[in-house]
Every structure is written in structure tokens, then in C-alpha cells.
């Protein structure tokens, strides 16, 4: 939709009353709705949204675009935002309402198989990742300009319906920096909008790990580690017994083996002693020749 000229200018308390009224009749129709809250003049907090915001602020072509966008997130106006393979679904107040959708290219698997291999060895911790913290060292593998899972500005398409002949708008812009904001919440929206599974990055260090830990060696969580990731009580089981432990009751069994043995010998021997004087017959005299004359 085109204008030859520009709206009359909506002051900003007006146009959030406006916006909250719509958005509601939105709520009522059914969709859920997902705002990007700013709480100060700082958009990102966390390493991977101010890397996010870092990596829109080198796309040269947009310079003059963005500080509109950073202004539009920061008093509220983005009212929705939803993240999902490959696109970004945003509602931005202006004068009106306005539909912003960016569509981004799905990451290479040539590129996602470098990511994983960079990141084997480099993992703090498998719980972490579990959880959906990540360490500092595999946050800057895979948040990389070049070689990460950013998206270059080629790999980004994006439409608005507001009047605005540029290509991007400040309703685009700002819902791009929205993106940065919900990083910091939900890190793991990274991976599902470029449709890799982050918890490859955790099977690519247990493949090697295993490979490492000798023939017939494995990892495994104990109780405690098992509860804080599922959440659940585990009860442990009994703990196996020391080698040490296993040793001794193995050398006191032979020794009660070898009593046994020989107390069943002597048993035998004087049962056979007293079995020889009783039942055996004694032997017939014989007599002398001249016993015979007589």
C-alpha cells in the first residue's frame, strides 16, 4: 500500500492505547500474544542478544534504518513477536498495527557440521547445555558473523505492510532488535530459527568422549545431577562394593573352602582307623608241626 505523503504524526502514549486495544482483540480471536518488553534505554543483556544487536549494527546498508528500529523497541512498540524455523512473525504499533514478516535462509548442513566440530572440546559443561545455558567459548562459536549461525543480510528477506517505500522499514528494524531481546530469555531460539537442533552440539561431545574414555568406559549423571536437570528425585541405589572390599571376601571364602576341605579329610581317615579294628576278621593261627602230632 503506498501514500503520496505522510500520516499526521501519532504521539507515542497514543499510539500504545491504540495498539493495546487492537491487541486485544487479537487476544479475543484466539492468537497468543508475545510483546518484547524493554526495561530501560538497553536493549540485550545477555551475551547472546548483545551479540544479536553487535551483528544487525554491521549490515552498512541499513545504517541510517536502525536507529529507528532500536527507538521503536525500546518504547514498547513491538507488540507481538514469534519465533519459528526460518521466519520471525511481528506486530508493530505505529500509526496503526502494523505485519512484519522475515523470512530467513535455513543454516547449511556444511556450515552446522563446522559449528559442531568447533564446539567439541570446548562445552563447560553437559548440564549446562541441558539445561539451555551455554559456555562463554561455544556462545562465541556459534555466534561468529562469519562462520556462526547468524544470518548474513542475503540470507534475510522481510515485508511490512506500512506504507514505507524502503526496504527496511523501522517496523523491520525493530522487529529485528526485538529478536535480540527474546535471546536473552530464550537463547535456544537461535537454533530453531536457523532449523538446527542445539542438542547435537551435546551428542558431538559424548561421541567423543566415549571414543576417548577407553573400551568399556561411560559417562554417566549421577542422582544428583539427573535430579537438577529433569527436575525429579532420583533414588539412588545401592553403591557397588570397593575392589578392595571384594578382595578380602574372596581370600576369606578359599580359606573357609581349604578348612572345610581338610576338616573333611581327618574325618574320613578316623572313621577308616575305626573301621579296620572292628569289622576286619582276625587272622587263623597256624600251627606249629608238632602241634599237628598232637
Keep these: 500500500m503506498a501514500y503520496y505523503g505522510w500520516r499526521p504524526y501519532v504521539p507515542v502514549a497514543q499510539r500504545r492505547a491504540n495498539a493495546a486495544r487492537e491487541v486485544q482483540k487479537l487476544r479475543k480471536r484466539g ?3 508475545e510483546p518484547v518488553e524493554i526495561e530501560g ?3 540485550a543483556r545477555t551475551f547472546w542478544g548483545e551479540a544479536w544487536c553487535r551483528h544487525l549494527e554491521h549490515f552498512s546498508d541499513y545504517a541510517n534504518r536502525l536507529p529507528r528500529g532500536r527507538t521503536y ?3 514498547g512498540s513491538v507488540c507481538h513477536l514469534a519465533i519459528s524455523k526460518g521466519k520471525i512473525e511481528a506486530i508493530v504499533s505505529g500509526s496503526e498495527l502494523y505485519t512484519v514478516d522475515i523470512n530467513i535462509t535455513p ?3 556444511a556450515k552446522w557440521k563446522k559449528v559442531r566440530k568447533q564446539c567439541v572440546g570446548q562445552i563447560g559443561s553437559l548440564l549446562e547445555l541441558l539445561q539451555g545455558r551455554f559456555s562463554t567459548n561455544v556462545m562465541e562459536i556459534v555466534t561468529d558473523r562469519t562462520h556462526g549461525l547468524f544470518p548474513l543480510l542475503k540470507e534475510i528477506t522481510f515485508s511490512c505492510s506500512c506504507p514505507d517505500w524502503a526496504d527496511m522499514c523501522k517496523h523491520v528494524a525493530a522487529s529485528l532488535y526485538g529478536i535480540g531481546a527474546r535471546l536473552d530469555d530464550r537463547p535456544e531460539s537461535l537454533f530453531v530459527l536457523r532449523n538446527v ?3 547435537e552440539l551435546i551428542s558431538a561431545e559424548l561421541d567423543v568422549q566415549t571414543a576417548t574414555a577407553g573400551r568399556g568406559k561411560r559417562r554417566r549423571l549421577v542422582a544428583p545431577d539427573l535430579s537438577d536437570v529433569f527436575g525429579v528425585e532420583v533414588e539412588e541405589g545401592p553403591k557397588p562394593p570397593s575392589k578392595k572390599s571384594a578382595t578380602v ?3 576369606a571364602k578359599k580359606k573357609r573352602a581349604i578348612n572345610a576341605k581338610k576338616t573333611s ?3 574320613t581317615k578316623k572313621k577308616t582307623a575305626a573301621g579296620v579294628g572292628k569289622n ?9 608241626p608238632n602241634q599237628r602230632k598232637r
Design 31 to 33: 492468537l497468543t500474544i
Design 41 to 43: 534505554r538497553k536493549i
Design 73 to 75: 523497541v525500546r518504547n
Design 107 to 109: 543454516l547449511s548442513l
Design 197 to 199: 537442533d542445539h542438542e
Design 249 to 251: 571376601k574372596k581370600a
Design 265 to 267: 579329610t581327618t574325618q
Design 280 to 288: 576286619t576278621p582276625a587272622k587263623k593261627r597256624q600251627k606249629t
